[in-house]
């Protein structure tokens, strides 16, 4: 959140958009020039095979919690309803502490 509390002091006494367009100082009008002038050109200079949006913060997700981040915590910042949401989607990358138990293999 502080990243865009401070790109909103940049931007947001301009206009309402968080995000405008370096060239012409005015938002993007749709997602597809995000990903055409910024998203694409970015995965390649990381040398990133391409990944939509949506992919990348389902990766982003999946990697906090096989880490060990607290569910809870995780849930959150992915703007889920509960944490229902998020073990009905993510509960596969949660790490087994107990090798022996349940469907835990190791």
């Not at 958009?17 to 910024?38: C, D, P, W």
């Not at 607290?70 to 998020?86: L, M, P, R």
């Amino acid at each position: 959140m502080p990243y865009l509390k401070n790109q909103y002091k940049l931007t947001g006494k301009q206009n309402s958009y968080v995000f405008l367009t370096a060239r012409t100082n005015k938002h993007y009008h749709s997602a597809g020039k995000i990903r055409e002038q910024i998203w694409v050109k970015a995965l390649k200079k990381a040398n990133v095979p391409y990944r939509n949006l949506h992919q990348t913060r389902g990766t982003f997700i999946s990697t906090l919690i096989s880490n060990g981040e607290d569910i809870n915590y995780v849930s959150k910042i992915a703007g889920h309803e509960n944490v229902k949401v998020t073990l009905e989607k993510y509960s596969e990358y949660i790490p087994c502490k107990n090798k022996n138990f349940g469907n835990c293999f190791g």
